[in-house]
């Protein structure tokens, strides 16, 4: 497994899987936005990564994701991923349903200096 696919499995496993956010501080470069979020406008950095985990925990506190497949060429790291977890509280302007979930998603990630500098994901909600 190559360095910056081993960042990515610390940053699932330590942080959205692991409640262990200040991961992040160390993996994540302090310029980094993802592109498909609107929070990315307010904050950069690792803040915007933790803070985007918060959020997500607060909607499916089961929440657990399992890196499916890893693809790296160069300094991008393509990520097919699934989440699951039980929608318990408010994401976006959707109410919590109760109902257990599963989120797939494909996300380009770009590194710089051993460290995790850009996403783009796309995802689709199912349950």
């Not at 980094?32 to 607060?58: Q, W």
Request: contains cysteine; aromatic residues 8%; glycine residues 8%.
């Amino acid at each position: 497994m190559s360095k910056q696919t081993e960042i990515l499995h610390r940053l699932f496993e330590g942080v959205w899987n692991g409640e262990n956010p200040d991961v992040a501080d160390e993996l994540v470069g302090p310029e980094y936005v993802i592109h498909d979020c609107e929070i990315a406008e307010e904050m950069r950095g690792p803040e915007l990564y933790k803070t985007l985990v918060r959020m997500t925990r607060e909607g499916f506190p089961d929440m657990e994701f399992t890196i499916e497949d890893a693809v790296e060429e160069g300094s991008k790291v393509a990520l097919r991923w699934t989440m699951t977890g039980t929608h318990e509280g408010p994401m976006g302007d959707m109410e919590p349903t109760g109902k257990r979930v599963e989120m797939l998603a494909v996300e380009i990630n770009r590194f710089e200096d051993r460290q995790l500098i850009e996403t783009w994901t796309q995802s689709a909600l199912s349950s």
